[in-house]
């Protein structure tokens, strides 16, 4: 019977499991092995090798439906991934494939319903398994490309929200008709309450999962896209800086070229520069290629950073703006 309560890390393992044993898939999915003995939960994550405060996370979520109220900064994404990822292996490998067989082998050869009801347990795996198969081609490897602190524009975590549906109710019609509809004399019927009893467990499992996708992976991943985005922010300012005051891998900038950026700091259109230094606009035109080519930079922003880290103009110039 469940114990209603948040599970901690001093707690013994063996205690939420045996309280929970449908927490026992679970395990398998975090990769840790049986035979932990009275340690709690903190000494069995540490010496598996697993997040405890996500493993916690997520158990008391499926449990007790916990979620923090704040922004939860320490659930660690790469666990979850490889949570979700073992659970897919589980349930498509293993899970389906064993159902199935029980129910073959619970309907009678002879029954003239039994390759139907068969054919109606394939069309609803083969739905679920197209659901999985498409988060792990197209949501995880972008998960694991956000890991690597890369960040893609084609792919994040709302445009898979918006289209995560729910696997939950796919063998609600199969249900019905074991149930209600197949003629009682020829049921093998301990065998079929075994195999309902599977199918109304998976459906929960199904349903758990989608929820800890949902409610702890998606917020989980938005995270790390922001986390991602600033540090790349910072990463292409810095390289900015460096290349500005190194000049690595560029050519140098000549006293013209150097008027004109001035010049776009501070907003001057092609016209306006030529006015300005008594060029034609088609010369504007070529000094600025020529500046985007050398130092890499095209943009404003990029130009002004150069700019105030070369000291071609002051800071103090944006302050009087303000």
Known sequence: MQRFKLYEASDKMSDLISDNYSMLQGLGAFGIRLGFGDKTVEEVCQEQQVDSYTFLAVVNFIINGYISKE???????????????????????????????????????????????LHLFD??????????????????????????????????????SKHHGDTTGKFQELKSILIKYLPQDRLANHKLTAT??????????????????????VPAIRLLEKKVETDGISTRISDIIRRAKQGE???TVSEREKEIIVCLVQGMSNKEIAEQLFISVNTVITHRRNIARKLQIRSVAGLTIYAIANNLIDQSFFAKDE
């Open 71 to 117: 922004t939860d900064e320490r659930i660690c994404v790469q666990t979850i991934l490889g949570y979700l990822r073992a659970s897919h292996k589980y349930f498509l490998d293993f899970q389906l494939p064993a159902i199935r067989e029980k129910l073959q082998d619970a309907l009678s050869p002879e029954h003239g319903l039994t390759a139907l009801i």
């Open 123 to 160: 069309e609803y795996a083969h739905d679920i398994q197209r659901h999985m198969r498409y988060e792990e081609k197209t949501l995880f490897p972008y998960v694991e490309a956000l890991l690597r602190g890369d960040l893609t524009t084609k792919y994040n975590a709302d445009i898979f």
């Open 196 to 217: 309902l009893y599977d199918i109304y467990n998976n459906e929960e499992w199904l349903s758990n999962h989608a929820e800890v996708e949902d409610h702890l992976f």
């Open 249 to 251: 891998g560029c050519e």
